[in-house]
Structure formats: C-alpha cells, structure tokens
C-alpha cells in the first residue's frame, strides 16, 4: 500500500494486529524455571553466536531512496576457509559463498535438463500477493507437472502471470535422481535435518531420512517471497544453479527488539515469532472496518511501518553457482531478477546449536523448534520444559554428539542426499523413499480419478530409483 492509497486511514487509530488466517499456534509450555548455569564447557556452552562480545565487525549501513537501512551481506570466495573457520567468522551473520555450487552437476544441467529428468514431478505453484498473510504473501496455491511449469512459465512465463514454484515439495519425493546434480555443501554437510522418515537396516542401524527438502524454487524475473520466517528456527542455506537470487533479511536480534505484534492471550506486546505475515491493522475513517495492511520488504512503507527504519536490513544478490548460509531464525525475503532455479534446506549446524538453544528458548518455543529438537536428538517431548531441557536433550544426544564429532574433527565434504541419510548408494536410499510413498496412498474420499493419478505418480517416482546418473 502506498501513501496514495491511505485517504481515509487515520493515523492514530493504527492498531497493531495479528493476521490469524492460516496461522497455526503452538500450544507449548513456557519456561518456568530461573536460568541454571551450565557447566558443561563442551560445544553446548560455547557463548551464543549473538552475545555482544562475539560480534563481528559489519559494514556501515546507508539509507536507500525508501529510507531502509541497508548493508550489504558478507561475500566470501569458495575454497577461502575452512568448515570450521567459517563457522567462527560468519557463524552469526548471513554470508555468501561464490561460487561454492559452481561445481555441482545440477550448475551445468540448465531449464532443460531439470525438465527432462523429471517431467511429471508435481510442484507447488503460488502467485505473490501483496494482501495475502500467507507464507511470505503466497496465494492461489495450484500444483502442475515441472515439465508443464518450466515450459509455460519460464520459456513462455505463463502469458504474463508470475507464477512462483516456490518450495513446498521435496526433491526426493518428486524426483529423486537429483540426488546425483545437488550436492549438500561441505559447510552445511555436518547438520542435523529434519528426519520424515527412520529406516533400520538389516544390521540393526537407524538411518534417518529427510523426502520433504531439499525443496526446490524455480521462477521467472519478477516473481518474489516476501520477508518471513521459517520453521523450525534453524540454519538456512540454498544454492543457485540459474539467474540470479536477491535476498533481504532481517537478523533475530533487531525482529526480537523491533518487530513486535500483540498478543492474542494478553494483548501485551511480544517478539514476533510467526511464519506468516508482519501486519498491521488500519481502521478506515470512512468506512469504520478494520482493514489489514502486511509489511513488504519489497516496497516498504516507513510511514506505515517505522519500525524498518531501526533495523539493519542485509541485502545481497547471488549468481549462478553461489551459496548463501543465514543463521537461525532470520527473517528473509527473495526476490527474482532473472529466471532462476535454487534449492534450499532448513537445517542445524553443530557450531549454532547453542545459538538455536536460545533462539527457541526466547521464542517460547515457537514454530516447532521444539519438536525439532525432541527430534533429532531422540528425547521425550514432554520433559522439554525449560532452556536447560533443552539443552540437555541435545548435548546427552548420541546421535547429535555424533554430528558434533564429525564437525570437530574436520570430516565435513559435500555430500549426496543420500549420503546425508547415511546410505551407500542412490537406489537404496530411493527404495525407502518410494515404499514410504506407496505406504501414504492417499485419500479415496478425495476423488478415485485423484487418487489413481497420485498412485500413478508414485509408480513413475519408484521407477526412477534404476536411474544410473551422469
């Protein structure tokens, strides 16, 4: 909404709201109990990558033409540190690494291929609008086969619409063989993932399984994500393999201090915590409705929303080849200057668990970073009350003390899908992932021509577990 648009609005009857459409809230316990000091001086302890003292040096802001404040995101070269030396520089800041996919086959495999390997795969498509307080302004959701989008909305960009293939859907479970073109970084290769499914092998070993990312973004010049936050409250990372990739994001700290909605339990102030949409709501003179006004990082309006003039927004645009890492729970919006292809993971990184301890500890545990972590580290959830549980539950982890080690110990490479499952090949790993889709057959009630068409998807999914790569 620009300035044009608010006759009618008054100023001082600006209420600040949350925009409870679509949003699901978490019935979690808050912590209770004092801060526990905690003795263990293992990585768990480390000093929280946001602690005054750790601070790197960033560069000088300056206003843009909107009055943002803006700086531009750290850049770094690939192959300029270590795994570990990059944790300690840029572990707190949102960085990219250039040129650090430029290596990965998918870099080389271009619209065309990507078409080809998997035609039928189903992605989810969404139109931004800029009145929608869905996640990051998504609206009028349709799935369509990838061959389908890439030729109408990328060679012909669907008459116009700017239709976004904007996540939604994992590469393993639409089309598996791009577990041989997407390389996992080496900098986010030691992580804790989201586990969708656990296999034992034969020999007893639970291998944990992630289908529903990496999650790819395919779009058009013009298409855009407006600033969110993601699930979980972990890492970010994604690779681009075509055009070209702008990011804006805002860091934990200056959201926490800045970007505050009202409570629906007390009406009091709080964080914002929330994947959907930053709102506020306007109440008209003239018509006396209450009508809901969402923030856009896009084309901010600081009249509307000062707040933006405190906060240091980072910007930055990736190439083809390049890479970027923000740290947990980072507020991001993407904009698309050419016709682009990424993939990207939500994940933790042994060297920022202590920063996600207290990032979901002062979120009251907002948007399933508890679960994530009763996850990964195979704990009772409901014995997760508090910071230190928290804490607990992921340094007593075998599982996760194994992440750590490989991080310590400098084993971190780039790696397969499957490789990060902990298989030792493609076709078993995309086995596993096809009985787990013909296990989920879908809903009869939905419709049999529906329900025999997903059973047909999944047979052409299953079939590409004999693909023998490059």
Known sequence: MTRAHLAGYSRTTLVVGLALLGVVWLSLPSPHSPRAKHEDHSLFSRTPFFAPEAEPERPASSKDSTGLNIVPIARIRSGSL???????????????????????????????????????????????????????GQSDNKQMALGTFVDEYIYKNGTGELRYAGGGVGIPEVCPP?????????????????????????????????????EMFLGSSGTKSEIHMDSLLTGFWMSVYIGEKTFRTISFEDAVR???????????????????????????????????????????????FPELAKITIQEGTLGAGDWIYLPPATLHGVSNSRESWAVSVNSLYPAAIETFVEVCSQSNFALLCLEFAAEVGECNLDLINTKEDLRKCLSESAFVQGVVSEFESGRCEDKSLHEMSGFADYESWCQVICETLRNEPGDKEEGMEEYEERKERV???????SYRGL
């Open 459 to 465: 047979n052409r999914i299953c079939d590409l577990c």
């Open 82 to 136: 270590t795994v570990k030396e990059f944790f300690d520089r840029y572990g707190d800041q949102t960085v990219i690494v250039e040129g650090e996919a430029a290596h990965h086959p998918a870099f080389r495999l271009g619209f065309e291929g990507l078409r080809d390997l998997c035609p039928d795969a189903q992605v989810d498509t969404n139109v931004y609008n800029k009145d929608s307080d869905d996640w990051a």
């Open 178 to 214: 791009l577990d041989y073109y997407t390389l996992v970084p080496k900098y986010a290769s030691c992580a804790l993932i989201v586990v969708d499914v656990e296999h034992e092998t034969s020999e007893g070993e639970r291998l944990h399984v992630q289908q529903a990312q990496p």
């Open 258 to 304: 800045e970007l505050t909605v009202k409570s629906s339990d007390t009406g009091e102030e709080v964080p914002y915590f929330m994947e959907n949409r930053y709102t506020k709501t306007l109440v008209n003179e003239i018509s006396g409705e209450f009508e809901d006004v969402q923030l856009e990082i896009w084309d901010p309006d600081l009249e509307l």
